[in-house]
């Protein structure tokens, strides 16, 4: 089955540390995304990647950091300095058809901050 | 640029009566529209989608929602709501193309369903 996995499905962390998300992708998109969601807010993007080796800022990129180097893969690490990384983050790709953007979600991660 | 404006971040509907989310979007070009349905923890699935063509479109689960150019609608509605239609839903339109080039979802309707 193609689809994006993203691990861990929860994940708590201590104030002052860096914690690493994963996202994975197995349906050959060029194009990736990370979403942050709080309650009443939307997605919010954080970072996106259109091709391998390259990747911009989103909306809300402050405190956080990405690499893409492989297709398949695209990592997203919460340093400490972003002040409240309480938060359930998804993981896009998108698909180009024709005239039009699609996207397909990840199953998200939940990072508390104790 | 694309925006997209759902009225109402919360509805309530008893189990049983019609379901009705509204979309109202903003757009430069021909849109594209999507409804995406999201569960508590977890990632957004694809409800339906307008790219051309029919503008009744119908979806998974009892979905269908109407593409209306000249209000610049794309309601979503179920004619029967069941207890497990509670979700968030999101209306979303395709980007043009040009910055993060993907899509541009509204800040998400959570319904409600009163047994």
């Known amino acids: 089955d193609g689809g994006i996995t993203q691990s861990p499905k929860y994940l708590f962390r201590k104030e002052g540390q860096n914690v690493t998300l994963s996202c994975e992708q197995n349906?050959?998109?060029?194009?990736m995304y990370w979403y942050r969601q709080d309650p009443g807010q939307g997605l919010r993007l954080i970072y996106y990647?259109?091709?391998?080796?390259?990747?911009q800022k989103g909306d809300i990129a402050e405190g956080y950091s990405v690499s893409r180097e492989k297709k398949e893969s695209f990592p997203l690490t919460v340093t400490s300095a972003q002040k409240n990384p309480t938060a359930f983050y998804l993981c896009?790709?998108?698909?180009?058809?024709?005239?039009?953007?699609?996207?397909?979600f990840g199953p998200g991660t939940r990072l508390t901050v104790l | 640029a694309q925006s997209v404006t759902q009225l109402g971040s919360h509805v309530s509907v008893s189990e049983g009566a019609l379901v009705l989310l509204r979309c109202n979007y903003s757009s430069s070009v021909p849109p594209y529209l999507f409804w995406y349905v999201q569960y508590p923890n977890q990632g957004l699935q694809l409800l339906l989608k307008y790219t051309t063509g029919a503008t009744l479109v119908k979806g998974i689960n009892g979905f269908e929602a109407e593409f209306k150019k000249s209000e610049t609608s794309f309601h979503l509605t179920k004619p029967s709501a069941h207890m497990s239609d509670a979700a968030e839903y999101f209306c979303?339109?395709?980007?043009?193309?040009?910055?993060?080039?993907?899509?541009?979802f509204g800040k998400g309707t959570h319904l409600i369903i009163q047994p």
């Open positions: 990647s259109q091709i391998v080796n390259d990747f």
């Open positions: 349906l050959n998109h060029d194009a």
């Open positions: 979303a339109v395709s980007d043009s193309g040009g910055g993060a080039d993907g899509l541009t």
């Open positions: 896009a790709s998108r698909l180009r058809i024709g005239g039009y953007n699609e996207q397909f």
